[in-house]
């Protein structure tokens, strides 16, 4: 489900009800997301530019995934 659908569905909720539903609907593609990364990641080169693209983004992946604790990152 895309981001800002999750977040009109849960405007006015609780913090906690908020973050409840933005972990039960957003972890898992994140998630999978990641695998897939990794994944493509290890048949590239290392001077290619996605895969430049994706170590910079798996470097930083616990920053990426913030956002799915708070809607105002």
Excluded: C, H
């Excluded at 897939?36 to 080169?45: F, G």
């Amino acid at each position: 489900m895309p981001r800002l659908e999750i977040e009109r569905g849960i405007n006015g909720d609780t913090p906690e009800r908020r973050r409840a539903v933005r972990q039960d609907r957003s972890v898992m593609p994140v998630a999978d997301l990641r695998g897939w990364m990794r994944e493509q990641r290890a048949k590239l080169s290392r001077r290619n530019d996605v895969a430049k693209a994706m170590d910079y983004m798996l470097k930083r992946w616990d920053a990426f995934t913030r956002l799915l604790d708070f809607s105002f990152v």
